[in-house]
């Protein structure tokens, strides 16, 4: 096979394979493709309109979060029936009239909550015989779709959820409860906004669609090709250069895509057969390609949908989801890329050759001083301009910004237009295209991403309003970039034939968008009955003793079991789904054990937990589907490309218990510029030493007490505080008599540790060290009462008089009677962050030591 056919025909079925995962299987002929592409084209024009700040201004079509829920499932479900076959013998060329009258009879049950929510709100919990008859159709209808379009595993898991609603009674003691009736189950489930009309299908709804529409848009816009080629232009010179490309363009792609096989095809087409060509074995190659598109979920700002979750879950505006997500991304980035070069120095791998014209040495480095701060000295500018002038202009600000961002866009679109791209499918050759020329043919690709930007950290807009104004300047982009560049090229244009051809790209584009929310739409609403019987049985608490149960206590093994739960469940479901699930049964649980154990940890730090690991979701082995697309690609064994991609992302693996530990790798803690720059430093250095030890290899092949030193490393430049904490004991027991002084003595937001002895509602004594957070500064009794504690001190010492309900001595497991035994006031001791000197030390040593090494070894 030649290198061109490899590159331009990667593998068989991987069409079929995205197709069937991101948008259905199906593609119809004749009135039945008109219909699948109305029903999409008119969900995203219906997404775009509710986002909008249109319906205010006009008053119409202004609808309620239950109507406007009602109106995303009821697409997601015609269109489930429609695109997805029922099985692999369904046809794939038309619709089957049993697969019309399903999709109706969904759509029905889903549309039922918003033709008859002023009834159904008139008789709360009370349904008739026909509420119950819509919603049980509803239910099972919705299971079948999900079988349809997300697989087996995750409608099993609802089934099972529903059917502990109902067998309550009959299950083991330590999970049984009362049960349920159906028409309780039903009204719960579908009537109501717990369950599949809940927080999951609401995040969907208001963010997760626009974000998904925005990057079909930049796809279908050229953005995409783009960010490859300049990764291929910047790196495929370097040692491994197309796999360190593949890193850095899944990364760019993650931006604005948040599916994990979709990544794969998009850059793997071309990143792949690159990899293979300069030396990478066909299933490295593969697990490259994975483990770079995967991480793409965790990249901000889009991070699939499991950022807009977490606003909901954890109660924080999106702006700090993506801060405390940044570092984490970026260093795990940084060590896949280094993970890369490692590889390609084992097996002595070189890059691709440069273009010939590029610049040499000193002309070039000026070149790109020189296009660096201009972009930088622009950026401040603007930033600094808009805000000097905000007052100024007032309401006239945003038409000022306007007309500077389309003097922007006119710039660089000229500028793109000296510069013409190849088409997007276009094979890379067998030299690199030119770094200068190719990063200026698609700059102008960055203005909806700035816009994104600046409206979620500088305007502090919702996230669908920023994501609506970004799209809204893309669907601009997408209609003019074809004939102004033709305009600029050759000083005429057939504005007929290229404006026909931009409103195709903008309609092939969202119907795009439409087509790949199907997946989320249905998990997310599937979800919602994990979380609906969750809250109408009680599982939420039963969790919390069945976990204190198996892990005796003990916060690590409560963390391995969090994540065996994750990557046994990410086996069979999306990662969403996957998220959904554990987040909702485990990241509670987590917080108040841990708070229990006296280790506060904050509740984004177990909900990114969870999220890593159900990454996992779509490379392990046998079912990641992202495995899958990577080896129709490679011509690898899928298997072995899972087991290799696994592996390469086990950085992935170890890098939320550290953040567990350590919430400064989450930017939680930093207290000024010097302690945010050693927390990156230290970072930085500690994944890429960790990424070494995992490869066996740092400047030579590692020998095994050198790969234990470095990992000793990592570990220690990741957590300081385990080895400080033997030396400088972070905290000195005070007796429980000077519980009130020490509680009125605490700064605002302070915590109140103590430790705390009693008789357990199951029998057994418990010494328990508990953490409460005091909240701002007022007399001891009030900050008390607002943790929920009341004490008294008696001659037996100081007791627990009462324990709030649902406060957080509550759920730190404080009880009526118990004894308190001393309190813990911080010690003023030295910064854990002398243990980097160490931990530098040590690796120096081992440079030391390697570098000697490697030298003999080259001669």
């Known amino acids: 096979m030649t290198e061109t056919t490899e590159t331009t025909n990667p593998g068989s079925g991987v069409d079929e394979l995205v197709h069937a995962a991101d948008s259905g299987a199906r593609a119809p002929k004749g009135m039945a493709e008109r219909v699948l592409f109305s029903l999409a084209l008119g969900w995203s024009l219906f997404q775009l309109w509710y986002a909008s700040p249109l319906p205010f201004v006009f008053g119409v079509f202004n609808l309620n979060f239950v109507e406007a829920r009602s109106t995303h499932l009821t697409f997601a ?48 919990g009370a349904p008739i015989l026909t509420d119950i ?166 990249m901000p700002p889009v991070m699939g949908a499991a950022a807009f979750l977490m606003v909901e879950y954890v109660g924080i505006p999106y702006i700090e989801v993506i801060k405390h997500a940044f570092l984490p991304a970026i260093i795990s980035y940084a060590a896949l890329l280094y993970i890369v070069h490692l590889e390609a120095v084992k097996t002595g791998l070189v890059g691709l050759p440069r273009h010939e014209g590029r610049l040499r040495g000193r002309d070039r480095v000026i070149s790109n001083g020189l296009i660096l701060s201009g972009v930088l000295a622009f950026s401040g500018a603007i930033y600094w301009g808009l805000a000097w002038t905000r007052g100024l202009l ?86 003019t970039q074809r004939p102004l560049q033709m305009l600029f090229a050759t000083g005429r244009v057939s504005w007929g034939d290229t404006f026909s051809a931009s409103v195709g790209d903008l309609v092939a584009g969202l119907v795009s968008g439409g087509r790949n929310m199907v997946g989320i739409a249905i998990a997310t609403a599937t979800a919602g009955i994990v979380v609906g019987a969750v809250t109408l049985t009680g599982l939420g608490l039963v969790m919390t003793e069945f976990v204190e149960l198996i892990s005796g206590g003990n916060l690590v093994l409560m963390l391995v079991f969090t994540a065996i739960i994750s990557l046994i469940l990410g086996m069979g479901l999306p990662t969403t789904a ?161 519980l009130e002084k020490i509680a009125g003595s605490l700064p605002d937001d302070g915590f109140l540790r103590l430790l705390a002895r009693g008789e357990k509602a199951t029998g057994g004594i418990v010494s328990r060290s508990v953490v409460l957070p005091m909240g701002r500064k007022q007399s001891a009794k009030k900050r008390l009462q607002g943790a929920g504690l009341r004490i008294n001190a008696g001659p ?26 001393s309190v813990s006031v911080p010690v003023d001791r030295p910064s854990k962050e002398w243990m980097f000197i160490l931990a530098l030390l040590l690796l120096g040593g081992v440079v030391v030591l390697q570098r000697r090494r490697a030298r003999l070894i080259k001669k």
């Open 578 to 738: 996957n998220y959904i699930v554990v987040a909702t049964l485990m990241a509670p649980v987590v917080v108040a054990l841990a708070a229990q154990g006296g280790l506060m940890v904050p509740l984004i730090a177990v909900h990114l937990f969870v999220f890593y690991f159900g990454l996992m979701a779509d490379v392990t082995p046998p079912v990641g589907l992202a495995t899958f697309a990577a080896s129709a690609i490679s011509g690898a064994d899928p298997i072995r490309t899972g087991i290799q991609a696994f592996f390469y992302s086990a950085r992935t693996i170890a890098l939320p218990f550290l953040f567990i530990f350590n919430t400064q790798i989450l930017l939680i803690g930093i207290d000024g510029g010097w302690h945010l720059v050693l927390t990156v430093a230290s970072a930085f250095i500690a994944m890429l030493v960790f990424a070494a030890a995992t490869m066996g290899w740092f400047m030579t092949k590692s020998r095994l007490w050198e790969t234990a030193v470095l990992f000793l490393v990592a570990f220690t430049l990741f957590r300081p505080g385990f080895f400080w904490d033997e030396v400088y004991p972070p905290y000195q027991a005070r007796p429980a008599v000077e």
């Open 394 to 479: 007032g309401d006239a600000l945003p038409w000022v910004a306007g007309a500077i961002l389309l003097g922007a866009y006119l710039g660089l679109l000229r500028l793109a237009s000296r510069y013409p791209q190849p088409a997007a499918d276009a094979p890379i050759g067998a030299q690199l295209p030119p770094l200068g020329e190719t990063v200026k043919g698609g700059l102008y690709y960055l203005i909806p991403v700035v816009i994104l930007v600046w409206c979620l950290m500088i305007e502090r807009f919702s996230p669908s309003l920023s994501a609506f104004w970004a799209t809204i300047c893309l669907i601009g982009i997408l209609l």
């Open 77 to 124: 479900l015609l269109l489930a029936f429609a695109a997805f076959p029922a099985s692999a013998h369904s046809p794939r060329d038309r619709v089957p009239v049993i697969d019309w009258v399903l999709a109706i009879l969904a759509a029905s049950a889903a549309a039922y909550i918003l033709v008859f929510q002023d009834a159904l709100a008139s008789r709360p």
């Open 796 to 821: 037996d010492g100081v007791r627990v008089a009462s324990v709030g309900f649902g406060s957080s001595a509550e759920k730190a497991g404080l009880q009526a009677g118990w004894l308190v035994r």
């Open 133 to 298: 008859a819509i919603a049980s159709v509803g239910m099972v209808l919705l299971l079948e779709a999900t079988r349809r379009a997300l697989g087996l595993p995750l409608a099993i898991v609802a089934i099972v959820f529903l059917g502990y609603g109902f067998a309550g009674p009959w299950m083991p003691a330590v999970i049984a409860h009362q049960g349920a009736s159906l028409a309780k189950t039903m009204s719960h489930q579908w009537l109501s906004s717990e369950g599949v009309f809940g927080v999951a299908l609401g995040v969907s709804t208001n963010f997760v669609f626009l974000f998904v529409l925005f990057g079909a848009l930049l796809e279908r816009a050229g953005a995409g090709a783009w960010f490859i080629r300049v990764s291929y232009a910047g790196l495929g010179h370097l040692r491994g250069g197309p796999a360190k490309a593949a890193v850095v363009s899944s990364g760019l792609t993650g931006l604005i895509s948040g599916s994990s096989i979709a990544n794969v095809v998009t850059t793997g087409t071309f990143t792949i057969p690159l990899m293979k060509r300069v030396g990478f074995p066909a299933d490295k190659a593969g697990a490259v390609e994975v483990a770079s598109s995967v991480n793409g979920q965790i």
